[in-house]
């Protein structure tokens, strides 16, 4: 593999539990036993950085935590990268996910730690002479609300830099409201990468058609910008500034665990950016990577076809 350029990621680490499998959803008052259950590092901005880190893949995280003993556990995971990080006066965020057997999911989710992560905070952490020249992906957008105000500043500070953008803003707990995707579309004049999910780029776009939204977000973008469509076991979409569209397809497998799979794959396709691969092949990796973690318990972080 080629010398990367510069990899960070920025945005929400929490506590992930997932339980299950339950059904039906149980009625108040009530007990149910249920088979599964996993306790691990989560958020969008965890789960890619534990793939870079599975991949040997040298990067920087930024985030926050809460003062209490599931903060402490989230550090001591992202060993000497954490250093940095601010401890907040508040709980850690913990995200409860609750898997269903039709494969769906129900998350509950505390406040916690993470609306208090903040620019003042961030540029502390932040070596711009380090991360010169490279990518930094910003996610979370809707988790981390004192960040996401200040988000002009952090978008001033990559410029200075030269660091390019790429952003996966995730869902919007109050949905894709007029006012939510006015403020998403601010940002994107500001960015070089858009990563989002099929709905969310449909919901953004204000489209039914996927192909038409991509290239409707793709114009919105900073000069020569990407967008890109993760479109789960259908692989995945992109449209650069120059040529057609282009759809990659996912390799069937069995899947295990769909959870944080969109972040899996931003690891994988900026990484093969970093490292000066074509779109198409940028994609195929994102796939792969993500394809093989959500087949695989615990999971595997590798390119190869999945087993």
């Known amino acids: 593999m ?7 990621v920025v945005g929400n680490v929490n506590v992930d539990l997932i339980l299950g499998p339950c059904a039906p959803w149980p009625e108040p008052g009530t007990e149910v036993m249920v088979e599964h259950d996993d306790l691990r590092v989560g958020g969008a901005a965890g789960n890619t950085a534990l793939a870079w880190a599975a991949l040997g893949q040298p990067h920087q995280i930024f985030a926050n935590v809460g003062r209490d003993a599931f903060g402490a ?3 001591d995971g992202f060993g000497e990268r954490a250093n940095g990080w601010i401890t907040e006066d508040a709980s850690t965020t913990l995200s409860v996910g609750i898997t269903h057997p039709n494969g769906e999911r129900t998350f509950l989710t505390t406040t916690g730690h993470l609306p208090r992560l903040s620019w003042a905070s961030l540029e502390g952490m932040m070596d711009g002479e380090a991360l010169s020249g490279g990518l930094l992906l910003v996610c979370g957008s ?9 988000y002009g500043k952090l978008f001033d500070w990559a410029d200075r830099h030269e660091v390019e953008i790429a952003l996966d803003t995730g869902w919007p707990l109050e949905g ?14 500001r960015c070089r990468y858009l990563l989002l999910n099929e709905v969310e780029t449909r919901s953004l776009a204000e489209t039914e058609n996927v192909g038409e939204g991509l290239d409707r977000l793709q114009t919105q973008l900073k000069l020569g910008g990407t967008a890109v469509a993760k479109l789960g076991a259908n692989g995945a ?8 569209p282009i759809r990659r397809p996912a390799p069937k497998v ?7 799979a969109g972040d ?17 092949r940028a994609v195929d990796g994102g796939i792969a990577l993500a394809s093989r ?8 972080y590798e390119f190869g076809e999945p087993q």
């Open 176 to 189: 894709w409201t007029r006012e939510v995707r006015e403020m998403v579309r601010a940002w994107l004049p």
């Open 264 to 280: 899996v794959f931003n690891a994988g396709f900026l990484l093969g950016i970093a490292t000066g691969q074509d779109l198409a």
């Open 254 to 260: 069995s899947v295990i665990d769909t959870i944080g």
């Open 2 to 8: 080629r010398a990367s350029r510069p990899l960070a």
């Open 73 to 75: 556990w989230l550090k």
């Open 237 to 244: 979409m992109a449209k650069a500034a120059e040529g057609e």
């Open 142 to 150: 809707f988790l981390t609300n004192s960040l996401t105000g200040d």
């Open 293 to 300: 973690a959500v087949s695989t318990a615990p999971r595997r």
